[in-house]
């Protein structure tokens, strides 16, 4: 037991004990100040609390008998502190003796005693266990929430764009944002799941016009593969109106890595100009690349001087790849960011699409005729954006059944534009807003008064008169406190956002809405593969659906492995429970603050800090239980009356361990309510399972005699309970077989 409980059996114990010492106090002449203090007794094997009151009381006794006696008289303030510390410790010592003198004569303890002024009381653990038990076997489901709580929250999460890729780095998103709307929902609050995609901006304007362009027509048979399809449609037009900044980067690494390159840049470009390069281009090669200094693409006057000289450079890397010798570190001088073979991969793959360099400037050019097409709302374009969004929506509905993300809401940037428009306008009206060089502008810090910078300035609207973010955020803010009366509303997005969202808070706060002074934005780092970084622009993002499938086929291998017995539609349904169960826990296994990184074989490991390890407990106290024959129902029915009463023997340590760990479910859930954090819970569960398996090797269930085989069962069923209960606050599902 890690702390004090405010709810359920053990909580109505602490209470009598609380209950018990104040009496005893009064008994004695005395006035407590403030509440008894109580804390979990600190000794392995043991269920009670320990009171420190006998210390509160002695330190103000000692003061008055001392002072009213006369000792104090003469004594320095060194000196008096001293004898009146002496005097508290022997006062102590005396009071909790009396005080554990009181409480043994009730009768109401299993054992009582006093320790250096401290007050130990011990519960009797077949009836802890008893209450305890049935408290988890009547609640079923339920265990572990706490009583109703009347200010109503939303949390926002799951925020993918439309007319892109679901990858890997928006699962810490939708998973955390689940989870956390789960442990809110259970510690007793009123909650409201929102998702609210980004189906409007310059990525879906690229998408439409890459469609239009090179596929138009070409959308898959397969309705359900269009929103995976559309949103490589989008990676193919960010790569093709990015190629040229992308080429250029390579060669500035190059120049920068490769002093090989560097020092025969002179031959390469002999070789440029014996292909008729422009002289001109050749000579601001020649200078960039020997002085180290920045390639700009709008400097070259012939489009064909950079496809000309690739060719030549593929050569140059080849050579320095067969004449690659061993990298030597020298201090003070960064390693390459890349080997040899590393930059020929990179050049090969830029090769590939040399046909697009020319060609850029002019894509770009049509790209801004598509926005002000969609500036204009040209039907034809509308509905082409309108078939393609529902591509995407229809994907994300899929994901998130699978991701058990169910909302009750969606909002749509689309649907906040104007009314943000609007806002901005009544905010300048007010006076709270201005016009600053052009743009629309909150000058927090000044509204505020503040001298040093803590909010900053935010733009709410270009100078064109064009959205941004925090112009659809205000609008769809409001919306959430006016439309849908919540008390309290919980952003889940990315770290990098949090300056933007206390910014929005605070323009809400100072707007008149008392609701932003709840406002809270919980961040949340990265995810990482152990190669690197995530990144969706370029394309090398794992997709979901790649992730998904890579962890089901290695979770499917484990289960054949495991249980060959199991018939194939079961190891299919286990394959999908632990697969997806290893995904999320991954992701709430981490402080938000830390970046995860998603390891596949650590993901799925029975004997880490991992699902299955948790959901292999699970799955074995089912057993435990079906095989023993287990009247779950008549155990239930008899704990609904009261008369479940449970027998250990003298109980061991292993049981008593688990019973304390059954019981800090409520607490868990509370704290972890208060603090936002997934984390609590999954190193609950965690706790939950490696104490479980502790018993299970310690204690023989199925081959113990009666009464303790029944007791044994009960506490089985609801360890059974509470590892569920966890699991489903994380998201994850509880296998009864694996």
Same mark, same amino acid.
């Given at each position: 037991m890690s702390q004090i409980a405010t709810t359920g059996v053990i909580a109505e114990l602490e209470e009598r004990a609380r209950s018990a010492v104040a009496d005893a106090v009064t008994g004695l002449g005395m006035t407590p100040r403030g509440p008894i203090d109580l804390r979990p007794l600190p000794f392995s094997g043991t269920w009670g609390v320990a009171s420190s009151i006998s210390h509160a009381l002695a330190g103000e006794a000692a003061a008055t008998e001392l002072g009213a006696s006369g000792e104090l008289d003469g004594l320095s303030k060194k000196e008096a502190k001293q004898r009146t510390s002496q005097r508290a410790r022997e006062l102590s010592i005396q009071l909790a003796e009396q005080i554990a003198a009181n409480l043994t004569a009730t009768g109401a303890f299993a054992s009582v005693e006093a320790s250096n002024g401290y007050v130990n009381i011990s519960f009797d653990p077949m009836t802890v266990a008893s209450g305890l038990v049935g408290e988890v076997l009547t609640q079923d489901r339920h265990y572990g929430e706490g009583a109703p709580k009347s200010e109503r929250v939303m949390v926002e999460h799951s925020q993918p764009n439309t007319h892109k890729v679901f990858h890997v780095g928006h699962l810490r998103n939708s998973v955390l944002g689940v989870s956390v709307s789960r442990?809110?929902?259970?510690?007793?609050?009123?909650v409201m799941e929102a998702t609210y995609p980004g189906d409007i901006g310059m990525h879906v304007i690229k998408a439409l016009w890459c469609y239009e362009r090179f596929h138009q027509g070409e959308e898959p048979a397969n309705p359900a593969a269009r929103g995976a399809w559309i949103g490589q449609v989008y990676t193919e037009s960010d790569a093709r109106l990015e190629y040229r900044k992308d080429l250029l980067a390579f060669l500035q690494l190059l120049i920068k890595d490769d002093p090989t390159f560097v020092t025969a840049i002179d031959r390469l470009l002999k070789l440029l100009w014996r292909e008729d390069a422009d002289t001109e281009d050749i000579a601001y090669l020649l200078g960039r690349v020997s002085f180290g200094q920045e390639i700009k693409d709008t400097e070259f006057r012939d489009e064909e001087t950079i496809p000309k000289f690739w060719p030549i450079l593929g050569q140059q890397l080849r050579m320095e790849l067969e004449n690659e010798k061993p990298a030597v570190e020298v201090e003070g001088i960064e390693p390459p960011q890349m080997t040899p073979g590393e930059r020929l991969d990179r050049w090969e793959e830029l090769n590939r699409n040399i046909d697009w360099w020319p060609k850029v400037p002019g894509w770009r050019d049509e790209v801004r005729q598509t926005f002000a097409r969609w500036e204009a709302q040209e039907p034809a374009l509308v509905a082409l954006w309108q078939m393609t969004r529902?591509?995407?929506?229809? @994907?994300?509905?899929?994901?998130?059944?699978?991701?058990?993300?169910?909302?009750?809401?969606?909002?749509f940037e689309s649907e906040v534009e104007e009314p943000g428009k609007a806002i901005v306008e009544e905010l300048v009206e007010s006076g709270l807003a201005e016009i600053s060089d052009g743009l629309? =502008?909150?000058?927090?810090?000044?509204?505020?008064?503040?001298?040093?910078? =803590?909010?900053?300035?935010?733009?709410?609207?270009?100078?064109?008169?064009?959205?941004?973010?925090?112009?659809?955020?205000?609008?769809?803010?409001?919306?959430?406190?006016?439309?849908f009366g919540i008390d309290r509303a919980v952003w889940v997005v990315d770290v990098r956002q949090s300056l933007y969202f206390k910014q929005i808070f605070k323009i809400l706060e100072l707007w008149g809405f008392e609701q932003a002074k709840q406002a809270y934005h919980l961040p949340y780092e990265i995810v990482t593969l152990p190669e690197g970084v995530i990144s969706s622009r370029k394309g090398r993002a794992p997709l979901y659906d790649d992730v998904k499938e890579a962890v089901l086929q290695r979770a499917r291998e484990i289960i054949d492995e495991k249980n060959p017995e199991l018939p194939d539609a079961e190891k299919a349904a286990v394959a999908w429970q632990v697969g997806l169960g290893s995904i999320k826990y991954t992701m709430l296994a981490r402080d938000n603050s830390k970046v995860v990184v998603f390891d596949l074989d650590e993901a799925l490991s029975f004997d880490g800090h991992a699902a299955p390890y948790i959901q292999y407990a699970h799955a074995r106290?089912?057993?435990?239980?079906?095989?023993?024959?287990? @009247?779950?129902?008549?155990? =239930?029915?008899?704990?609904?009356?009261? $008369?479940?009463?449970?027998?250990?023997?003298?109980?061991?340590?292993?049981?008593?361990?688990?019973?304390?760990?059954?019981?800090?479910?409520?607490?868990?859930?509370?704290?972890?309510? $208060?603090?936002?954090r997934p984390l609590l819970i999954t190193n609950y569960v965690y706790e939950l399972a490696k104490t479980f398996n502790d018993f299970y090797h310690a204690c023989p269930v199925i081959q113990s005699d009666e009464p303790i085989r029944g007791a044994r069962l009960a506490l089985v069923d609801a360890t059974r309970q509470a590892l569920a209960n966890g699991l489903w606050l994380l998201g994850i599902e509880a296998p009864q077989a694996m």
């Open positions: 442990i809110l929902a259970a510690s007793g609050y009123p529902e591509w995407s929506l229809t @994907d994300f509905r899929r994901i998130f059944d699978e991701l058990d993300a169910h909302f009750d809401v969606w909002f629309t =502008v909150v000058k927090i810090d000044e509204k505020l008064g503040l001298t040093e910078p =803590v909010y900053r300035t935010l733009p709410i609207l270009r100078s064109d008169g064009t959205s941004l973010y925090s112009t659809k955020d205000l609008a769809l803010t409001k919306r959430k406190f006016e439309e106290a089912c057993r435990i239980l079906e095989n023993a024959k287990w @009247d779950h129902d008549a155990a =239930v029915s008899a704990a609904a009356r009261g $008369e479940l009463r449970l027998d250990f023997g003298s109980i061991q340590p292993e049981e008593l361990a688990l019973l304390q760990q059954i019981a800090s479910l409520p607490e868990e859930v509370q704290r972890a309510a $208060e603090q936002y």
